[in-house]
Every structure is written in C-alpha cells, then in structure tokens.
C-alpha cells in the first residue's frame, strides 16, 4: 500500500521509490531496473466515501473514475527541487521608491512598471523523510551525503545551493548572474534574504522595467532555479558545481488589491467578464482532453470573456498554463460543495481538516500562476468556522491574491436570500459575491446599502444569467447597471458548456443524453444543460450577444443634417492597451441592402478608457456620393451605418489600412449599428425588393357554398365561413396556407422545466398556467365571415378559446403531472380567452393583405406569444430576410442584432439539447422563402446601383413567396420546421420529425422575453405579453408561378 487520497480533482502525489523492484548488480550497490524487474501499478478508484459529503455539486455526480493524466518521475534520491511560491509583484516606475500600494502606473502611456520577485523555495531530501502532499513540515538541515569514493578522506563535504535566473517574454535573461542566496553581499538587487534548513527566501528587485501581465497582453516571464552540488575534500578548492535538479515556471508581474469598493489589478478597476466552467466532455465524461480545455478557452477569447470561475473544483493544471499564455483571469475554486448538507459539514470538527487539506493542496499546487487572481473556498457549503478558518490559512500564505466565498452573505442558518450586511462576512470573503441576484438587488446594493454600510468591498456575481436552453434574457440589462455604477463589477455567467453525453439510438440517430436517459434515479432531468456552449462546444446565440456586451470599443454616431456632417466617437474600452491592434470596417445600408463600404483605423496611442472623434473621409464621400442626406432628410428608405472591428494584430505598425477583403481573414471582436434613418410609417410596397413584373388585374369576390373567394391577376383567396383559414394561391399552385391564432410559444427552459414535475404548480414558473388556460390548443368558435365587393376583402369575427388538456404530452412530466392534478371538469371545458378579428384584401396585382386584431382578456398575464402561425410547401427551404438579425433574437436578447438583409436556413430545431423555442427574429421587415434551383442557395446580391432589381434577378427562375410587414409596429417571425406542439412534446432532438408538406411561420405581435428563471429571476415585467389589444398586419406576394 502506497498512500491513499480522497479530493477527485487535484493531483495526489505518492513516494515509491521502496516499493520498485530493482537488482542491484552495480558495485557501488546502485539500484538499476531492468526488463526482469517488471513493476505493475494498480489504483482503486472508491466512488463513495467519506469525502463524497464534500462534493456534491450539480453535475454528473456518478462518473466515478480517474479523470485526470497519471504518470510516474523521478528525482535524486539525496536532494532534488520540492516547491518553489515566486510573487511577482509589479510596481509602479517612479522616481523614489516603488511600494505595492502605488501601482496605478502613473499618467504615463504605455505605462512603465518596476518588478520585484518575492521567493520562497524548499528543498527535497530522501524519501523516508519527507511528508508526502506537504510542502511546510521540516525541521532539519538537508543532510549531506559523502559518495563512497570519499569514504577514504576524513573530511568530505557535499554542500547543495541553488541559483535562480528570469528570463523575459523574448527568452533574454533579466539577471546578469543567476542570484545566489549564498552569496548577497555581492548583489545589491537581493534582500531579506532567509536561509532556515532546507526553506529558501528572498526577495530581489528586478533591473530595468517590467511588462505587466493582464488579460489584454499577457506577457509572461520565466523563472529558472537550479539545484547545484559541490563537492569540498579536505578543504581542497571546490570542484564544478553539478546540476542536481531543476525547476522553472512561467510567472507574471501584476498587483491585486481590493479598495474604494474595486478590484484593481494593475490599479485598474477591471470588470469581470467571467463564465463559470465545468470540466465536461460530450464523448469523456468529466476526463476533459487538453484539445478540448483549449477549445474552451480559445473561444472564450473569441467572444470577449476575460474570466473563468472553475467550478467547483480546481481543474487541469493545463487549463491554468493556457489561462496564463491567453490572457484569461482565473478564480481558483477547492473542491468543496455540501448541498445535502448545507448548514452541517461546515460546522463538524472531523471535517476540519479535510477541508483544509483541500485548501491548502490547491493553492500550493498553483501558486505560481499569474492567470489566478483569487481563490474560492468552495460552493454552497454554508458558512461558518471551518471557512473562517480556510480563509485565515489561505491569507497567511497568500496574502498577494483576494478570497471569495459566496456563503459568507447568506443568512447564519440555511439558504435564504443574501444578507448584505452580516457582520463576519469578511472573514470569509474580500468581495460580495453573490449568486443569481436581480437587476433591482444589485442597483439597491450599489444605490444605497453600499454607501450606507460603508462597504469597501466590490460586488461580483459568482453566478448570474443562468444560460440553460434558450436562455441569457437581460444580458444587456445587467450590464447597463454595472457600467453606469460604482462598486458593481461585473461577475460570472453560469455555465460554460452544456453536460450532454453523445448517444446513437437503435435507428443510428445521434443524440445528447442527460439526466434520467440512463435509468438513474434520482436525477434532475436535463438541469445539468445550461451553458452557453453546446456539449460539441458550438456557441449558442447567447454567446453573440455577451460578445457585444464586452466588446473593447465602442462608437457613438451624431448627424448633423443642418451642415450634412457627421462625427463618430471612438471610446477605447480597454484598461492597459490602445486600439493600434485593431481596425474597423464600414458599410452603409439602404433598405437593410449594403450599400458601400470601407476600412479605417483608430487614432493612434489611444489611451485606455478615453474617448476621441475619428475621422473617416471615406465614408463622407460615400455619403455625398449616394446622396444620403437628402434620402435621411426626406425619409424616404432605411438607412443605417455597420461598424465592425477586427484585430490584426501587429499589422498597423506598418501604417498600411487593410482592405476589405484583407480584414475578413482576421477575427472580428466588436460590432455597432447606427439607424440614421428609419421609417415612421409601415413599409410601402413599393418600395419592397421587386420579385416579378405583373400587370395591374381585376379584383373580383365571390361566395358559393359557403367559399369566399378573392382573386386578381392569376392570385386566388379562398376562405370557407366559419372558419378563419385561407388558401392562398397563384396559378395552381399553393402558395400559403393554414393561418390560425397562436398564443402558445414551445417554453423554454425559463418558462418551466417541462421535464420537472414539480414545477407545474410553480408560481414563478408561468408553463403550468398556459397549460390550465389551454393555450397549446386554442379554437376560435362563433365565427362570423362576410365580404366586401367595394373593399375586395373578406373579414372574419370570432371567440377565442383555449382548450386545457386537449393534447396530450407522453413522457413530458410536467404536462403529465398537471393534467393528472387536475379535475374532469376543468380538462372539459374551454377557457375564453377574448376576441379575434382578421381581414384579408387583395389588390390589382394579386398581392394580399393580412390584418389582425386580437382584444384579449386584460386578466390574462404573462402570455408566451400573441400571433399567428402560417404553412408554406416544404419546396420552399431557403430564406432571405429583412430583419434585426443575423443571429435569433428575443426582446430582452438582441442587444446584439442588426438590421439588415440576411441569408439563413429554416430552422431544424436542433440549436439546443432539448427542443424548444428558438430562432425568432425581431422587426421583421419582409420574409422571402423561395424553392432552391440548379444556380445553389439564394444569396443576398451587394453593391449594385439598382440593388433592388439585382434581387429581383436572384429570385426571377425561381419560385416562392414574399412576406411584408405593412404596419407601424415590425413584427417578429419564426421559421421552422415543427409546430411548438411538436417542439414541446419531445424531450430529445432526435424525436422531431420533419413535417413533409410544410414549413411553419410564426408572426407574432408580441412574444414573451427569456429572462433567466431556470435558476434565477425571471423576464422582466417589460418584456412580458399581457392581455389587451394586439394587432398584426402584413401582406404576401407569390412569385415565379406560372400557368
């Protein structure tokens, strides 16, 4: 038996060297290991224990094993390198003396910075003498050894030192000899020099200046130490000093301190950007390849995090070597989490030592990392002497990093809401880290509770915007709150990746599994689904919308129409570095067209967190060449102005402007769009893209057994009374078909988690009530058709009623539960829920218009959706739109949208684990869905003089048709190949099945925000849908049909 451990994240560490079978057939008695002497290492993995009351966080709880690289070293048996702790501490360069205190760098840009390194070392011995996993036990000197072929002189001394040497980020050595603590009084640079057994210490100023580490230029040093021998024989002169062992680590210079209520680091009050992150792997489990940590954190670079939480465990040591070579700051997390046991492990003396073995291990593991801003004592776990006691150990050892601990602000006894003012929070944490507060809990914290309490600590979520399914609702909202106030600092997104294990099914259809799909009990169906990646780490559309938010510039725009100028001001969002690494590109759109377009790039040695206008004559001349001033004056098309940023890193040194082609290949990290002119009134059809050529015709009405029909030019209405649902078609072909009311939305992971049970009767959870209001399947009844020959329309009046219980759900535990909780009676009945009034008319050239009004019940709160869904034939699979977008967009989501004309692909519902609503859009303009032909997908023409008639020309051979807003109020669309019926009753992707003979179009007047209420607050009541007065209006106009 070699040694036993029982933290399943960190490393354990375990002597061998007695336990290897070796022969000894050297004279010197040396032990040498031949093919003979085969030595087998077996490891029992225990998946339960004791030390499982410490882990129980919210993931796979079940994945026993080992999940982490196993390997086998070896050192000198005499003496060898233990441990070495570098701070390198970064101060400002002024004249005087430099202190930690006065690190702000200054006015000077770039800024200059001194260095000082402050190092405690230890040295090894053999094996029967060292405590294994501890670094802080010795009581001895290093004892020397005297080699055999001495034994014959009377005094042989084998003396051991060691010799320390940085090396910058170009591989230049800093120091003009490696330091050696034995020899001081020749090397002014060194002091406090301590030398107690074999326990190094000192400190040593670095020469010349600094390059500090940040998350924008994370530039890293390395430092070397060696371990020599020599050997002294009867006084004689010593001999060459012997490389006995070696050690080196990349470090940082850089300060963190907690003051005024910030963060500082660097003296910066950097916000934190931050995502929690669990280890996870679609195929592994919790064993995380190192391709796969580095996918990770590449793109969180991508999309503008600079921060990760590694929850709730201390992770691969190589995730915090990339966080430290990519610039990503880290809070290290021990792995302590009693969720069952909330109020209890933090109180009982035998898990005392336990949690601080955990601590300590940690820490002392990544010490050195420059990545690791602060350390965290775990995750809901309670709060009480045995954290206390966490925090003073980590605070004696390290004082150079903050401590944080969600816990320490709730209540004295369980999991209440946080109490901001608990008098021993401190001795528990350095910031207020709360979890999952609202927007209204962290203005009052930053507004008044702050301020009154005299908090000089900074307010960073631990969690926050829980991203599960579609989700991230108020993205924008949070953030608006902490940029604009004092104390609030940003925090961490919950969580990185979804936790789904790829599966085939008995039909090959590949598919992600999650809790309960293996026949374990218990299990919380799909909660472990909630990060803003999928388990394949594609990005959801949450991920463009955080990019947006943390973007490292941004613009304002003002038109001056009295003088046709105009000014764009550049505000330089970055804490330590200008914006010369970066360029931007402009493209003026007319009519969500682009328009023209070229590049720029920013003033140069912009300083960070300043403001200056940019002059881009480029983007004049277009300006005057298109006449634009006069289209914004008179109103007459949309106009908006696209900026977006790519970083090209040194290329701007060159003082070359890249074109528009060259900046493609680089990354994009910023983006902005101005609307310098919008319409006031619905949009004309006139002025619509031209989709064909049609000679004005005669509108005719007519009414035979109980058919209306509408028709001009070769177009066709056709309505049976008592019923609302047209056919509408050119030739003989179908062209739309199917309308109905629809108020029910497929909910999302926010609106309930329909696979939790519990969760029907939940007040914050608005799924249950939709279902007792049937809204899945609503009816219209008492509906009264008539037509009008002067107005060449048709108007239909009816009563809305939702029909509870009406579809069943198998398999859908909520739905399941609720209709088995409720009566016959109220499963039997219809719901009324209000009116509905449609009118359709057509026009000489065929074109139809849709209007609707609903006038709801004002008792009706929290709707999903009022709207109404539409077919199109299947043949009509490729989509061109004119709408906030390119990405799906929800009200409290789209901070990220722009306008404009997109290609996109009809939804297949696959963008999330478990189906549910998705790729809505908001504003839409016109909708154009055509059938795909011999030329390849339909594309959006650019660049033309007549772009309308060059559109006209992409869809000319091809056939389909064209939806039009025609209102005051842009609608938002949905295009999708399932029902939310469909979407709603599986739990899997893989169980949809395509509709074969249409494709679904949602048009809603409203629709219910995200929000985050998985596990949080829930959509803001402005991003709600209440009963009232609702109204759509649209018109469709068919193309490419011909007799």
């Not at 990405?887 to 939804?907: F, K, L, P, Q, T």
């Not at 949809?992 to 949602?1002: G, H």
């Amino acid at each position: 038996f070699v040694g036993m451990s029982k933290d399943s994240k960190l490393s354990s560490e375990y002597d061998i060297t007695s336990m290897i079978h070796c022969s000894n057939d050297s004279d010197d008695n040396t032990r040498t290991c031949t093919t003979t002497n085969e030595n087998t290492l077996v490891i029992i993995a225990t998946k339960w224990s004791d030390a499982s009351f410490l882990e129980q966080q919210d993931h796979w709880r079940g994945m026993g094993g080992i999940h982490r690289s196993i390997f086998v070293y070896s050192t000198l048996e005499e003496a060898f390198v233990e441990d070495i702790f570098c701070k390198a501490n970064l101060l400002q360069a002024v004249s005087g003396a430099a202190t930690d205190d006065d690190c702000d760098g200054g006015e000077d840009f770039p800024r200059r910075w001194k260095g000082r390194i402050d190092v405690q070392a230890r040295i090894g011995r053999g094996w029967n003498e060292r405590v294994e996993g501890r670094n802080i036990y010795y009581n001895e000197e290093i004892p020397y050894t005297i080699s055999k072929q001495y034994q014959d002189f009377d005094d042989v001394v084998v003396e051991y030192k060691m010799l320390f040497q940085l090396y910058d980020p170009d591989n230049s050595p800093v120091f003009d000899e490696a330091l050696d603590v034995t020899a001081t009084e020749d090397n002014p640079l060194m002091k406090d020099v301590h030398r107690r057994f074999n326990l190094l210490s000192f400190s040593a100023d670095v020469p010349g200046n600094v390059q500090a580490w940040c998350d924008e230029s994370p530039s890293l040093y390395r430092l070397e130490a060696t371990l020599v021998q020599q050997q002294r024989v009867n006084n004689a002169a010593s001999k060459d000093a012997v490389v006995v062992d070696t050690f080196e680590c990349k470090i940082g210079f850089r300060s963190i301190e907690i003051r005024d209520r910030q963060l500082l680091i660097n003296g910066q009050p950097v916000l934190i950007k931050g995502v929690n992150r669990h280890d996870h792997s679609p195929t592994g489990g919790k064993a995380v390849t190192l391709d796969e940590i580095r996918q990770d954190l590449m793109l969180m670079k991508e999309y503008n995090f600079n921060a990760i939480r590694t929850a709730h465990y201390p992770n691969d040591p190589y995730l915090y070597d990339l966080a430290d070579e990519l610039g990503l700051y880290v809070v290290d997390e021990a792995n302590i989490e009693c969720h069952g046991h909330y109020d209890f492990i933090c109180r009982e003396h035998s898990f005392t030592a336990a949690m601080l073995d955990r601590v300590q291990r940690m820490v002392i593991r990544d010490q050195n990392h420059p990545s690791i801003i602060g350390w965290s004592l775990g995750n809901e776990a309670g709060f009480a002497f045995n954290h206390t006691m966490l925090y003073g150990w980590i605070k004696g050892y390290d004082n150079s990093r903050f401590v944080q601990y969600e816990g320490a602000h709730r209540p004295e006894w369980g999991q209440d809401p946080h109490n901001y003012e608990r008098k021993d929070a401190g001795m528990g944490t350095d910031v207020v880290c709360p979890m999952y507060p609202t927007i209204d809990e962290i203005t009052e914290w930053a507004d008044e509770i702050a301020p009154r309490i005299n908090e000089t600590r900074p307010f960073i979520m631990c969690e926050y915007a829980h991203a599960m399914g579609n989700s991230s609702g108020s993205l924008a909202d949070y953030w608006k709150v902490i940029k604009e106030r004092e104390g609030l600092q940003g925090g961490f997104i919950w969580d990185w990746i979804d936790q789904g294990l790829l599966e085939v099914d008995a039909d090959g259809k590949s598919y992600f599994a999650y809790g309960g799909d293996y026949g374990e009990t218990p299990n919380d169906a799909n909660f472990n689904i909630n990060g803003m990646i999928s388990p394949d780490r594609k990005p959801h559309p949450a991920m463009i919308e955080f990019k947006k938010i943390a973007q490292p510039v941004d613009f304002s725009f003002k038109f001056h129409a009295d003088r046709n100028e105009f000014t764009i001001r550049v505000t330089n969002q970055r804490y330590f570095s200008s914006l010369d690494d970066l360029q931007w590109k402009w493209t003026l759109k007319m009519d969500g067209f682009d328009l023209e377009e070229g590049t720029c790039s920013f003033p140069k040695l912009m300083k960070p967190k300043t403001e200056e206008d940019a002059i881009v004559s480029t983007l004049k001349d277009a300006f005057d060449r298109h006449s634009l001033d006069t289209v914004i004056q008179l109103g007459t098309a949309e106009v908006h102005l696209d900026i977006a940023v790519f970083c090209v890193g040194g290329a701007t040194s060159e003082g070359r402007i890249k074109s528009v082609s060259e900046l493609q290949d680089y990354p994009e990290v910023a983006s902005e769009q101005f609307a310098l002119c919008t319409r006031s009134t619905g949009i004309a059809v006139h002025s619509l893209p031209e989709t064909f050529h049609q000679s004005p015709g005669k509108q005719k009405l007519s009414e035979e057994d109980s058919k209306f029909t509408l028709s001009s030019n070769c177009c066709r209405a056709t309505l049976y009374e008592g019923s609302t649902s047209f056919e509408y078609a050119l030739d003989s072909k179908t062209v739309v078909f199917g309308m109905r009311p629809n108020l029910f939305r497929a909910p999302t992971d926010n609106d309930a988690v329909k696979q939790n049970g519990d969760q029907f009767n939940d007040p914050s959870k608005p799924l249950g009530n939709w279902l007792r209001l049937g809204l899945d399947c609503v009816c219209l009844d008492e509906v009264v058709t008539s037509g009008s020959l002067s107005s060449s329309s048709i108007t239909s009046n009816a009563t809305i009623y939702g029909q509870p219980g009406k579809q069943s759900y198998p398999g859908i535990a909520l739905a399941e539960k609720l209709l088995s909780s409720v009566g016959e009676e109220e499963l039997n009945r219809k719901v009324h829920l209000g009116s509905y009034k449609q009118t359709i008319k057509i026009d000489t050239t065929g074109i139809l218009y849709v209007e609707v009004l609903f006038d709801l019940n004002e008792s009706l709160t929290d709707l999903p959706r009022v709207g109404i869904e539409l077919a199109v034939p299947s043949e009509l699979k490729q989509m061109i739109f004119f709408a906030d977008g390119p990405a799906e967009c929800y009200s409290d989501r789209s901070y990220s949208s722009h306008a404009g004309v997109y290609e996109g692909s009809i939804s297949d519902s696959s963008t999330y684990v478990v189906p549910q609503e998705q790729a809505n859009r908001m504003n839409m303009r016109w909708l154009v869905l055509a059938e795909p032909n011999g030329t390849g997908r339909l594309q959006v023409p650019k660049f033309s003089e007549d772009i309308k008639s060059t559109f006209r020309g992409a869809v000319s051979d091809r056939q389909g048709a064209m939806i039009a807003s025609t209102s005051d109020e842009m609608p938002q669309f949905t295009v999708s190949r399932h029902t939310d019926v469909s979407l709603f009753s599986a739990r899997h992707v893989k169980e949809l099945k395509d509709d074969q003979d249409r494709i679904f179009i949602r048009i809603d007047a409203a629709q219910r925000g995200l929000g985050s209420g998985s596990c949080g607050p829930q959509t803001l009541d402005r991003y709600k849908v209440n009963g009232g007065e609702c109204s759509l209006s649209f018109c469709i106009k068919p193309f490419g049909y011909n007799s």
